[in-house]
Structures are given as C-alpha cells and as structure tokens.
Antibody, heavy 120, light 112 residues
Framework: EVQLVQSGAEVRKPGESLNISCESF????????IAWVRQLPGKGLEWMGI????????RYSQTLQGHFTISVDKSINTAYLQWSTLKASDSATYYC?????????????WGQGTRVTVSS | DFVLTQSPDSLAVALGERATISCKSS????????????LAWYQQKAGQPPQLLIY???TRQPGVPDRFSGSGSGTDFTLTISSLQAADAAVYYC????????FGQGTRLEIK
C-alpha cells in the first residue's frame, strides 16, 4: 500500500527556519516525482513545486518560488520542504504527494498534511 | 499562465440528485501531440487531504465510484456527480497540468 507520512504540526516565530518531511512507503521511491502543495487557512490549493528523487531535479512554481527549498534524501525515501526565514504568511497546511506514474504533474497519492503556524 | 475558474463557488444539491461543477481554463489544456486534456479533478473533505477523482479530464481513478464523471475538452470541463450521496459533501478542485500546474479556486458542495 502506497503511503506518504508527513511530519507533525509545527509552531515557529517569524524569522526562524523550518524543515518538514514526507516519508514514502509501499513503492519504489526513486520511480516517482514528489510534489508539495500549500493550502492557506480556509483557502484553496496552491502548487509549490516537484522534485525527482533520482537526481533531485526540481521544478518550482513560478508564482511561489524563491522563498522555500524542496529537497530529497533517497536513501531514506524522504522529501523535504525547507524555509530559512519564515514569515507569518507561511502559516498554512502543506501537503506532499506522489505524482502519477507517467510523471505528469498531478498527484495520485497524498500525505496527511503538515500544519505550520508562524506567529510572534 | 493558465488560470482556472470554477463555477459555482458553492452549491447545495439534494440527495440522489445530480451535481455539476464547471471548470474553465484561460488557455487550452489539450495537447495536440497525444489528443489528451491535461486536467484533473480532486475531492477534499473537511480536515482531510485531497483525493484524486479524475485525470486526463475523463479517466476515473481506480476505486472512485462511477457516479463521478468528467467531461469536456480544450478550455471547458465539467465534473458530474450523477446521484449525490451524503459522503460527497466536500470541496472539489480542478487542476491543469499542461503548463505550470495550477488549481481552480474550488467549489463547495453541500447536501440540501
């Protein structure tokens, strides 16, 4: 059974750094791209970017790129979403997902979500 | 950029009735090379992650009930739920993956 298990909820202050994770189970990790999707409180879904676990090739959303980093450690089947300097506007629920087997960028399997709260 | 506009923003439908959600793209998501529409539909219930319902505009994800169907081509698409069940109360999103991926704003479906 394919599962993506995300790290738990986080509370940080503005200016702090954060690293959230997404561990994959039940399939060959290197064979499928991983996506990250943001959902602001009470709002819709926003595509952040994707990463290829084989070579860490990354494609960021042109709208959201520049403020976060997507990475992967294929030795432990885990993808990461990282911020070096958080802002209050980063408060959201973040979902990871495994793309469809063709590599086309839609999500076939989703993690449970990680809620991030950034507040002073 | 591809902008997806869903309508309506919300709707209330009685149990057993048909629900229809529209998704219009600012540009065609039909790729002429393979004649496929690069559009997916997701369902998100309260407090849960989204779930994939439909991809390639009309291909149902395995395990999705056949009361869910997708149609359309080019810039105009529709998600239809043929006989609404209580479990179908959720927010529904379309997503294009022809260009840089993007989602519609979502449509909230309530049971009347």
């Amino acid at each position: 059974e394919v599962q993506l298990v995300q790290s738990g909820a986080e509370v940080r202050k503005p200016g702090e750094s954060l690293n959230i994770s997404c561990e994959s189970f039940g399939y060959r990790f290197a064979s499928y791209w991983i996506a990250w999707v943001r959902q602001l409180p009470g709002k819709g879904l926003e595509w952040m970017g994707i990463i290829d676990p084989i070579d860490s090739e990354t494609r960021y959303s042109q709208t959201l790129q520049g403020h976060f980093t997507i990475s992967v450690d294929k030795s432990i089947n885990t993808a990461y979403l990282q911020w070096s300097t958080l802002k209050a506007s980063d408060s959201a629920t973040y979902y990871c997902g495994r793309l469809y087997h063709s590599g086309d960028p839609f999500v076939e399997f989703w993690g449970q979500g990680t809620r991030v709260t950034v507040s002073s | 950029d591809f902008v997806l506009t869903q309508s309506p923003d919300s709707l209330a439908v009685a149990l057993g009735e048909r629900a229809t959600i529209s998704c219009k793209s600012s540009q065609s998501v039909l790729y002429s090379g393979n004649n496929k529409n690069y559009l997916a539909w997701y369902q998100q219930k309260a407090g849960q992650p989204p779930q994939l319902l439909i991809y390639w505009a009309s291909t149902r994800q395995p395990g999705v009930p056949d009361r869910f169907s997708g149609s359309g081509s080019g810039t105009d698409f529709t998600l239809t739920i043929s006989s609404l069940q209580a479990a179908d109360a959720a927010v529904y999103y379309c997503q294009q993956y022809h260009g840089n991926p993007s989602f519609g704003q979502g449509t909230r479906l309530e049971i009347k």
